[in-house]
Structures are given as C-alpha cells and as structure tokens.
C-alpha cells in the first residue's frame, strides 16, 4: 500500500473513532434532555440558551467529521466543545489521576488532541469533500 493510500486509511480511522464516540454523547444528551446542560450554563451566569450549543459540538461536528465534510471545521468545533466541557464540569480534575493511576480527564484529552489532529490534517481521501 502506498504511504498516500496508508495517510487516507489513517485520516479515516481517526475520523470514525472521534465522530462516532463524540456522537454518541450528543446522542446521550438529546435522550435524557439538556437541562442539566443547561443549569451548568446559567450557574456561570452565562445565558441558558448557550447551553443548547452543546449540539453543534456533540450532533452536527460529529456528522461533519464522520462524513468528512469540512471536517476541518467539524474537528474544530470538537475541540472548542471539549475545552467548554472541561471549564464547566471539569476543572477540579485537571491535575488529578484516576483510580487506575491515569490523568482523571484522559477522555476528553484524547478527543481534544484527536479533534485538533482532524483540523489540522483534513479528512483525507475517504471523505465528502475527498481532500
């Protein structure tokens, strides 16, 4: 396989895994409803409407990035989705480990540096815009 061929295959690995497991918290979210979301919002004194924000980040960036469709923008959106999701639930577990020993917030740093790494790369061959 060529290493162009081997790129493409990679870019569409990390797009898959990033939007489907994304997806699947937004999808979370849409079943038990978004109050809580919401109430997180308010509790900054921040409007409660941009609690509904969290599904541009965890509904329609996830589809973007799944179908390569300005992934770039969709890896974006994930990336801004999760650093909002660590200041709002987060930020007393940004220097501890867990109970296996590693970083409390390993979950959402993996989709935040996966994120980042879509935006950056593009969304390979294999996508709706095939760049």
């Known amino acids: ?6 790129q493409d295959f990679a870019k569409l690995i990390l797009r898959l ?3 489907i497991l994304i997806l699947l918290h937004g999808l979370a979210k ?4 978004l109050a809580g979301i919401v109430g997180l919002v308010e509790a900054q004194g921040l409007p409660g ?3 509904y924000a969290v599904l541009i980040g965890e509904i329609i960036a996830p589809l973007m990035v799944l ?3 300005h992934a770039r923008i969709g890896g974006l959106l994930i990336a801004i989705n999760m650093l909002v999701a660590v200041v ?3 930020m007393g577990q940004l220097g501890s480990l867990n109970g296996q020993g590693g970083w409390a917030l390993e979950l959402q740093g993996m989709f935040f540096t996966v994120a980042v790494a879509l935006a950056l790369l593009g969304p390979g061959r294999f996508s709706v815009n095939g760049r």
């Open 1 to 6: 396989m060529n290493p162009a061929l081997q």
């Open 17 to 19: 895994a990033l939007g």
């Open 30 to 33: 849409l079943n038990g409803g």
């Open 49 to 51: 409407f941009l609690g």
């Open 67 to 69: 179908l390569g469709f």
């Open 88 to 90: 709002l639930m987060h």
